[in-house]
């Protein structure tokens, strides 16, 4: 083993990184307003259905090529495949992908900080319906000032933590900011369900209306699940890669996929029932959080702190996000250039937040700037997303399954866990080498509309 490379200080170390990697925006923001626009309970099944059929096996794949290689993306799939050009070139979709995500994040996740701001200044206090709140929402995201200043400052967190390394940056904010994010979403939560008339949101998240159900809800759950788990890119891989051998990684798998479902889940039971039992509508789309919600903390009790509260939870849930794209960029240049962590962290994060602006001005100046119909924002939210995280996905399946084989996979799959069972590990097989590629293959042509 590669004795300079940082290792995680605990074995929680990794777990709480990997779910803080994955418990995101795309929990908080893009999950509910999913499930709102797709059918409810039944989104949610089906959204299960794939994250065990998938995505846990998947995630296991992933981090199993981190911890074996001891390297970033390009330098894992180079060693672990012989130097074969093709597997180095899925390596380096894996960086361009992350670059292009953190990227637009950064942008919203600017967005999550600025309203913390706003909400303190009482900005939302008198707004009593929605659309006052979206015109709101458009104008602050259209100012261009608000807009950078607040993603710059975004940034600067993001570099700040990745600068200090493996177990004094990442492992330390995730120690600090995981705990504080779950007692912030229960609180959230309690206050949601206890309020008079919750029971039709709280209903409309258990009884399922099969009906909405059809190939474009399929695709966007699956779509959702690579997202969500941060998979396909080579953010567990990078952080699979500071694992030492005697660490469990299916265990530590597991409990990354149900900490990151449990707050999707919860982030349901925190945003419905108060919507519903003001009588508003749950399919409002990706502005659900940005000018429903707002309006919802006026007419509850507590709302001006519970706002404050909620705006605070979603940016921290960005920033242990955006720590892991960040880390995957800066393991891969610190590997591959020898420059040291701290200049390359900084230079990256740099030229990320520049590649970020056209995104940033996507709400405003750059607004009728499209690109097939998408806005700048859109384009690399939907190539990025849609298509090369499930394209990683399929490569990674195919890595693992076939390429580097089941006979090279299993042995360092058992390495720190010997009592493993038998039968999990056939299953686990089954499911990457079959299941898993046919899947996302069937799926991602029918999103391309070819069959
Ligand atoms: N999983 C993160 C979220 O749900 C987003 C993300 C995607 C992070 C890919 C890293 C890599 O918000």
């Known amino acids: 083993m590669d004795n300079n490379r940082e290792h995680w200080g605990s074995k929680i170390g990794f777990i709480l990184a990997a779910a803080g990697s994955a418990i995101g925006l795309g929990n908080i923001w893009r999950f509910p307003y999913l499930v709102g626009e797709n059918g409810g309970a039944a989104f949610i099944i089906l959204y299960l259905l794939c994250v065990v059929l998938v995505g846990l096996p998947l995630v296991i794949a992933e981090i199993l090529i981190g911890r074996t290689a001891q390297k970033n993306p390009v330098g894992s799939f180079r060693e672990l495949s012989n130097h074969n050009p093709f597997w180095v070139g899925v390596g380096v979709l894996g960086v361009l992908t992350g670059l292009m995500i953190l990227s637009y994040y950064n942008v919203v996740a600017g967005w999550s900080l ?39 400052c975004f940034m600067m967190f993001t570099i700040g933590i990745i600068y200090f390394g493996v177990i004094q940056g990442i492992e330390k904010a995730s120690k600090i900011m995981l705990p504080i994010l779950f007692l912030l979403i229960i609180l959230l939560v309690i206050r949601g369900v206890t309020l008079e008339g919750a029971r039709a949101g709280i209903c409309y998240l258990t009884k399922p209306d099969f009906s909405a159900i059809n190939g474009k809800t399929a695709l966007l759950a699956f779509g959702q699940v690579f997202f969500s788990l941060s998979l396909g890119m080579g953010a567990l891989l990078t952080y699979g890669s500071y694992m030492t051998k005697n660490e469990k990684i299916v265990s530590s798998a597991v409990s990354v996929v149900v900490l990151n479902t449990s707050v999707s889940l919860l982030a349901g039971f925190m945003i419905f029932p108060p919507l519903l039992a003001l009588g508003m509508k749950p399919a409002q789309g990706p502005s659900l959080i940005f000018n429903i919600l707002p309006v919802m903390f006026n007419s509850i009790p507590g709302g001006y702190f519970f706002r404050i509260i909620f705006f605070l939870l979603l940016s921290m849930a960005a920033l242990t996000s955006t720590i892991s794209l960040l880390e995957v960029i800066t393991a891969f240049v610190v590997d591959e250039f020898r420059l040291s962590r701290k200049k390359a962290s900084v230079i990256l994060g740099g030229i990320v937040f520049l590649l970020g602006v056209p995104s940033a ?39 693992v399954g076939w390429f580097w084989g089941m006979k090279k996979a299993i042995p360092n799959l058992l390495e720190g866990s010997v009592a493993l069972p038998g039968f999990i590990v056939t299953i686990w097989s089954i499911l ?13 042509l029918n999103s391309l509309g070819i069959i």
């Open 114 to 152: 600025g309203y913390v701001v706003e909400s303190a200044r009482g900005s939302f206090q008198h707004i009593g319906d929605p659309e006052k709140a979206g015109i709101l929402f458009d104008q602050l995201s259209a100012s261009w000032t608000w807009s950078l200043f607040f993603s710059a």
């Open 361 to 399: 001005l996507s709400a405003g100046r750059l607004e009728n700037f499209t690109i097939l119909k998408l806005t700048f924002f859109q384009l690399v939210d939907f190539i990025s997303a849609n298509i090369f995280l499930p394209l990683g996905g399929i490569f990674i399946a195919l890595f």
């Open 432 to 444: 990457i080498r079959f299941v898993a590629p046919v899947l996302i293959l069937l799926i991602f």
